[in-house]
């Protein structure tokens, strides 16, 4: 079984400050891990995925995650936030092979004040 | 550039009245699925199709079916809609050779239901 959790359903940050959603999953088998952003009225795009490469993942509008193991853990950073950051952000997980299944967290909304 | 259609963007329903929502993909995709979004409770998946006519029940199946008579259309059926199913559902798709990004799942916009 896998599962993911995402801690906060609600991050606000100031224009220019530091993002950090988090994440953190459950899997029996190495997982595929996966960043989601959903902006207003939109459906689902790709920001990053990890797929057991490099443990340090950069994805798209200088977003990037790590994958740490020994935490189970695979948070979403970015160094400063842009008011067009503005969107709800799904971690989500899935153990690969010939599952295509994902299975999605809770979802986190970032706000960006300027 | 639009990969993963779905037909309607909102809709208005009737409790009871059969409810059909189409998802289309033009990128010869073998899998597709059926999720449903509510605040607070992030993305459940209700069914997905790995292959023409096959179809999987996800982890919300109740109350509804699926149907896949084509490998580029995936229908999601509500029976009998329900206050209950008033949602936003979205449809998406994902290839299973590496060259077509294997476990990357394009998605459609999105179909709002509302069901009275």
């Known amino acids: 079984a896998q599962s993911v959790t995402q801690l906060g359903s609600h991050v606000s940050v100031s224009e220019g400050a530091l993002v950090l959603l988090r994440c953190n999953y459950s899997?029996?088998?190495?997982?595929?891990l996966f960043w989601y952003v959903q902006y207003p009225n939109q459906g689902l795009q790709l920001l990053l995925k990890?797929?057991?490469?490099?443990?340090l993942v950069k994805g798209i509008n200088g977003f990037e995650a790590e994958f740490k193991k020994s935490e189970t853990s695979f948070h979403l950073t970015k160094p400063s936030a842009h008011m067009s950051d503005a969107a709800e952000y799904f971690c989500?997980?899935?153990?690969?092979?010939?599952?295509?299944?994902?299975?999605f967290g809770k979802g986190t909304l970032l706000t960006v004040n300027p | 550039d639009v990969k993963v259609t779905q037909s309607s963007r909102y809709l208005v329903k009737r409790t009871g009245e059969k409810v059909f929502l189409e998802c289309v993909q033009d990128?010869?995709?073998?899998?597709m699925f059926w999720y449903r979004q509510d605040p607070g409770l992030g993305l459940r998946l209700i069914y997905f199709?790995?292959?023409?006519?096959?179809?999987e029940k996800g982890d919300i199946p109740e109350g509804y079916s699926v149907s896949r008579e084509k490998k580029e259309r995936f229908s999601l059926i509500l029976e009998s809609a329900s206050t209950n199913q008033t949602s936003m559902y979205l449809c998406?798709?994902?290839?299973?050779?590496?060259?077509?990004?294997?476990?990357?799942?394009?998605f459609g916009a999105g179909s709002r239901l509302t069901v009275l």
């Open positions: 998406a798709s994902t290839g299973t050779a590496p060259s077509s990004g294997a476990n990357v799942l394009t």
């Open positions: 899997s029996s088998v190495p997982p595929y």
């Open positions: 990890y797929t057991s490469a490099a443990t």
């Open positions: 989500a997980v899935n153990s690969g092979g010939s599952n295509y299944k994902l299975t």
């Open positions: 990128m010869d995709h073998e899998n």
């Open positions: 199709s790995y292959d023409v006519k096959m179809k």
